[in-house]
């Protein structure tokens, strides 16, 4: 880390405690539009009261009295929605093209937790990470002494030994537990839940990152999610084609944690009517094909004054010269055939009535923490989601596929105060959720400017 920029964290620590409150003040954002993650009508000139951690009152200012003493945030002609939550995500940059998934780097993780939370994602589901690090980032967000969003995580992913992740993980970076044993299966489990995750996530897709590795068999998915039930954890799986989502969904499993594509295999009104029969929660990750298509196809986004902005001249420059740079733009036709498909078979979906949830599987190449949520939500759109069920599927479907409805995920008396203030409408256009004012999370107030730094140096 250079002295510039352990000078400018120094600076933006100080400013992030200022605008830290005291546990009991009182909070009161007023004037602004309010979106409540239910999918209701907003609310105009309204009136939100936080105490310590919690929401204690909203509604139109004609309806909810202003305490005495309270700290007010002028919110006119700005727009309140409750703190996103990314329902797929990992520690990595998603800046290189052969970086890693995710980083041991303890500088890069605290950078890319306050990109996540600058961008107004309040909390994340880690997918796949070394335990020991991730709950020590968790603990360091919880204390204090790490500037983040609220962590959730499910360790290392189990699989089949040649399956997807084991073939890229490594000792340095112990990213999945594998075996074909069930005994030793569900005793890896057991000692993960010991360790204090989350939920767990096993990958039965066999073919990531090449073609012919190991699938995980039905009956060893069943042994891994009623080894979770007994924890008292729920379950996601990685898979992408109709086979492997079928085998996930009758051993019990009820969240997806990627699109399911159609040249893997047809969706049939059969696998949909599974899916709906069985409550299936798909969190379709659309922008993992479609970053590397969009950026391949038209590199010149690269050098977008936004992304620049964000990433850093530095990094724009190294992705130009990244060695494998020129063999992905060299599958460019793939990327957009995949990227078509993923989009189409993820629309069916929507429009069949499966309950779609919000993920971008950040550090996926040129998938990068925070900035592309933008990106997966007009994603979203394009396949014919309306802004607001977008924003209802970052907010109040993602809390409900995890089981923390009653904490997060909509504004209302008694839950956390986690919230983002946006300067323009996201229901206008739904990238305008990058317009960040200020974020709120668990009460305390941070300013994205202050927060903006250069993960890239």
Known sequence: MTYRNYTLGLLSFFLWSCASPPEDQTIVLRGGTLID??????????????????IVALGNSNDVSVPENARIIDTQNKWIIPGLIDAHAHFGTGFMMSSNIVTPDPEVRREIAR????????TIFVMADDPELVLSDKKQITEGSMVGPRIFTAGPAFTVPGSHPAQVAT?????????????????????VASKGVDFIKIAVEADIPRPGGSRMPPELIEVVVEEARRN???????????????DAVRAGVKVLIHWVRSDHGPITPEFIDLLLSNDVFV????????????????????DDPD??????????????????????????DFWQSAAADVLESVKKLHQSGVTLGFGTDTSVRLVSPGYSVAFEMELMQRIGMQPMDILVAATQTNSRIWGLQDQIGVLAPGKLADLVILESNPLEDVYNIRTVFRVLKDGKIYDPDAMA???GN
């Open 37 to 54: 993650g239910t999918g209701r009508a907003p609310i105009a000139d309204a009136v939100v009261v936080i105490k310590g951690q919690h």
């Open 453 to 455: 730094t250069d993960v």
């Open 307 to 332: 992304f620049v902005a964000f990433a850093g001249r530095q990094v724009v420059d190294e992705i130009k010269t990244d060695p494998s740079w020129e063999a992905w733009s060299s599958m460019k």
């Open 232 to 246: 008292d954890l729920r379950v996601g799986c990685h898979c992408t084609s109709v086979d492997e989502a079928t």
């Open 171 to 191: 000792a340095e970076m112990p990213l999945a537990l594998a075996s074909a044993d069930p005994e030793e299966m569900k005793n890896m489990v057991r000692e």
């Open 283 to 302: 969190i379709p990750t659309l922008g993992v094909y479609n970053a590397a298509s969009r950026y391949t196809a038209n590199p010149e986004i690269i």
């Open 115 to 122: 990109n996540y939370l600058r961008y107004g994602v309040t």
